[in-house]
């Protein structure tokens, strides 16, 4: 998946590439679930080389609530501007001219478009995923799925309110 900046033909070429879920490793945050599809518009110019486009999948994620796997749909546009790494001081002080650019850094005249797509998922992932809105999460006595079955535990009533505060404070301490 590394892009040759050698061997582009063009100042300006598009990438329209269709990657197998197997080409990207699973990690602890998701899994790609179905081919990825890059379109990406790739332009030199002066002494970088800008890559906008977007890239779509699916990732299946697990709930931060409730530990279940769910199928999220990702489709995340990106604007990239890729400068030698040999310019790269080390201070991030790359001259970008104000703009609202995110500065990468390409090496031995190639682009990493496995890293660069690995960054976007993770970019395109929510903060906390849920696997639906008002996931019930695990009964904190028993462990059991609450969106799946009503436990022992919960027939003993609680202040709705009181166990939304409850899940507030368990995500801030488990942060
Ligand atoms: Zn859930
Ligand atoms: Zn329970």
Request: with cysteine; hydrophobic share 35%.
């Amino acid at each position: 998946m590394l892009l040759n900046l050698k061997a582009l033909s063009e100042p300006s070429v598009r990438l329209e590439r269709t990657y197998p879920p197997s080409a990207f490793e699973a990690t602890d945050e998701f899994t790609v679930g179905k081919p990825v599809e890059l379109v990406c518009d790739v332009e030199k110019i002066r002494s970088w080389y800008q890559l906008a486009g977007h890239l779509a999948t699916r990732l299946q994620v697990q709930c931060c609530r409730c530990g279940e796997l769910y199928d999220a749909e990702l489709d995340v546009a990106f604007n990239l501007r890729y400068v030698s790494e040999a310019l790269n001081t080390g201070t991030n002080d790359v001259e970008i001219d104000g703009e609202d650019l995110t500065v990468a850094f390409y090496r031995d005249d190639q682009i990493d478009l496995r890293q660069l797509m690995s960054e976007q998922f993770y970019l395109g992932l929510p903060m906390k995923p849920l696997c639906q809105e008002g996931c019930r999460g695990l009964c904190a006595a028993c462990g059991k799925n609450l969106n799946f079955t009503d436990c022992e535990c919960s027939i003993k009533w609680r202040d709705p309110r009181l166990a939304a505060l409850d899940g507030l404070l368990k995500e801030k301490s488990s942060k």
